[in-house]
């Protein structure tokens, strides 16, 4: 089966500065990238994704930027703010069937004021 | 959001009980999850559901029983509590579109002492 690996677990930033959480996956068959912002003691949520027809899509200080050949993709946050600290996960899916999606560990992301 | 809720958010139970964990949506998606939430360990699944009285394990499934009668219901048993099963549970829909975002409930905070 699918399986995702993110990285780093945890990353600190200063307020301002950027941030790259980077994911692999394994099947070459998955075509569909989410990644989800779990606030502490909150619901995970989609901030954004991406599939596989597509480099790269952005969405203000957030983008995702895909590499079907070697199978990464990664989340961008541009001008971090403290309300961006959270934990981020990325998942990977594929169509046929259900879009059951395969998520990796998640990314403790801490934003310093 | 509203429209997929979990019940009950917290439960503290002891081992060798049952235990049954309700997840009920508005929205009359197809696909309904659950996932356990565990420090290090990301998101897990545990059971998922493409429809009404269609069922199939995930990940973790050892130790759950699902359900799905009504397309708005997804409940999760615990037949007989253990430890390992202290977790954030989370509850998660999704369309049958294809565009594969997941609407994940408020989550269950469970204790098995």
């Known amino acids: 089966g699918e399986n995702v690996e993110q990285h780093p677990s945890t990353l600190s930033v200063q307020e301002g500065d950027s941030a790259v959480i980077k994911c692999t996956y394994s099947?070459?068959?998955?075509?569909?990238f989410p990644w989800y912002k779990q606030e502490l003691g909150k619901r995970p949520q989609l901030i954004i994704d991406?599939?596989?027809?597509?480099g790269e899509k952005k969405d203000q200080r957030i983008a995702v930027t895909l590499n079907k050949t070697a199978k990464h993709f990664s989340l961008h946050i541009t001008e971090t703010q403290p309300e961006d600290s959270a934990v981020y996960f990325c998942a990977a899916s594929k169509a046929g069937g259900s879009y059951i999606p395969t998520f990796g560990r998640g990314t403790s992301l801490i934003v310093h004021p | 959001d509203a429209g997929i809720t979990q019940s009950p958010r917290y439960k503290i139970t002891e081992t060798g009980r049952q235990v049954t964990l309700m997840c009920h949506q508005t929205?009359?998606?197809?696909?309904m999850f659950w996932y356990r939430q565990d420090l290090g360990h990301g998101l897990r699944l545990i059971y998922y559901?493409?429809?009404?009285?269609?069922?199939d394990k995930g990940e973790v499934p050892d130790g759950y029983v699902v359900s799905r009668s009504k397309t708005e219901n997804f409940p999760l048993t615990l037949e007989s509590a253990t430890r390992s099963q202290t977790s954030v549970y989370f509850c998660?829909?999704?369309?049958?579109?294809?565009?594969?975002?997941?609407?994940f409930g408020p989550g269950t905070r469970l204790t098995v002492l």
């Open positions: 991406i599939r596989s027809n597509v």
């Open positions: 559901s493409a429809a009404a009285d269609i069922t």
């Open positions: 929205w009359s998606h197809s696909y």
């Open positions: 099947d070459s068959a998955s075509n569909y």
């Open positions: 998660a829909s999704s369309t049958n579109s294809g565009k594969g975002e997941q609407f």
